[in-house]
């Protein structure tokens, strides 16, 4: 099995710079993708972003697409989401998720998933 726990969020101001934070333990080759989504209140889970194991391809979504920044450190254990220039749209809980297959790039299906961390922007 795999365990996840975010961290970093809370409340910030738009406009600011705050870093999420996913501690990584258990089985941790079977992380091999690595996703942030969020669910903001009344609305369903949406996919923010994905990383692979080597880190040499991230995708984004396109409301995140050039502000936020994904990456994981192997050695640490630990995926980040460095979240800038943030809206207050971007209120929402943050999961942080994993998959051992590379399938999950495209399908979006990941077999363990964190409790998340809310993020609250006040404009």
């Known amino acids: 099995q795999v365990q996840l726990v975010e961290s970093g969020g809370g409340e910030v101001q738009a406009g600011d710079s705050p870093r999420l934070s996913c501690a990584i333990s258990?089985?941790?080759?079977?992380?091999?993708?690595m996703g942030w989504f969020r669910q903001a209140p009344g609305k369903e889970r949406e996919f923010v972003a994905a990383?692979?194991?080597?880190?040499?391809?991230?995708n984004y979504a396109d409301s995140v697409n050039g502000r936020f920044t994904i990456s994981r450190d192997n050695a640490e254990n630990t995926m980040y989401l460095q979240m800038n220039s943030l809206k207050a749209e971007d209120t929402a809980v943050y999961y942080c998720?994993?998959?051992?297959?590379?399938?999950?790039?495209?399908?979006?299906?990941?077999?363990?998933w964190g409790q998340g961390t809310q993020v609250t922007v006040s404009s």
């Open positions: 998720a994993a998959s051992p297959q590379s399938t999950a790039w495209s399908t979006y299906e990941y077999a363990y």
């Open positions: 258990g089985r941790t080759f079977r992380t091999y993708i």
């Open positions: 990383i692979n194991w080597f880190g040499s391809n991230t």
